[in-house]
């Protein structure tokens, strides 16, 4: 399957910001989304990004995040913002429909 992988992860202080970058060949043809799973909880979607649509957020991260595309660069972006602990999880990026493969992620940890 096509490949794709996420970078960018790291450790905060609740209320500031990162960005988070996702990558692979098919990217910018492909609706592409960002899901998160914390330790212990189901893995959740957290936000898409299509083609030529409007993007989809999560209720708990809306107003909050940002996703948006470089196609030229074959990049997605999650920009976080305000971040709060409970925005503590692994994150993951897929193509819609998702590849069976969803790798290791990459960590945020939101901690004062």
């Known amino acids: 399957q096509a490949q794709i992988a996420e970078s960018g992860g790291g450790l905060v202080q609740p209320g500031e910001s990162l960005t988070l970058t996702c990558t692979g060949p098919?990217?910018?043809?492909?609706?592409v989304s960002w899901h998160r799973q914390a330790p212990g909880k189901q893995r959740e979607w957290v936000a898409t990004?299509?083609?030529?649509?409007?993007?989809d957020y999560a209720d708990s991260v809306k107003g909050r995040f940002n996703i948006s595309r470089d196609d030229a660069k074959y990049m997605v972006l999650l920009h976080m913002a305000s971040l709060k602990p409970e925005d503590t999880a692994v994150y993951y990026c897929?193509?819609?429909?998702?590849?069976?493969?969803w790798g290791p992620g990459t960590q945020v940890t939101v901690s004062a």
């Open positions: 897929n193509y819609e429909p998702p590849l069976n493969d």
């Open positions: 098919e990217v910018p043809s492909r609706i």
């Open positions: 990004i299509y083609r030529w649509q409007v993007p």
